[in-house]
């Protein structure tokens, strides 16, 4: 791993993991934006969620934001944890920040730069999602390896030619 990303990934982590274990520990604070998302979300036809199951839920969702930052931020399946991490702050950053629900133009603009800083954070997850620490995809792989069996059969084939003629 080389430096840069020893660095980075703690750093990308490191929120997730204090927003974790903040809602495994206060989940109160997380279940009141939950539950003023929630209503948003029956008024569409999602069906309505009970106080408890939000506090449940709240407190799952920061097990699991707690594990794949720890993950993430020690290199243990880091492809892996960055993208379970950035599927669940695209819907945290919808939950967090719900611009539909704002009537003035400052509390508008403030929940579009939470967006905005949301999404930063999902793209650059997405980022380390895809970065392999320098090894070739599985496609490059498999298209290299047809090439090395073809040249081999071309090969085979001259050699044939050469000495049975």
Known sequence: MTLLARLARPLLAAPFIKDGIDAI???EDHVDRFMEA?????K??????????AQLLTRAAGVVSVGAGLMLATGRRPRTAALVLAGMN?????VKNPVWETSTRRER????????????????????????GGK????????????HRAALRAQKQHLREKYTA
């Open 25 to 27: 520990l206060h989940p």
């Open 38 to 42: 929630a209503t948003s979300l029956e």
């Open 44 to 53: 569409v036809g999602v069906p309505p969620v009970m106080r408890s199951d």
């Open 90 to 94: 695209a819907v945290l950053t919808a």
């Open 109 to 132: 603009n403030e929940q579009w730069v939470g967006i905005a800083q949301g999404a930063a954070l999902t793209g650059g997850l997405l980022l380390a999602a895809g970065d392999r």
């Open 136 to 147: 070739p995809s599985l496609n490059w792989r498999l298209g290299n390896w047809r090439d």
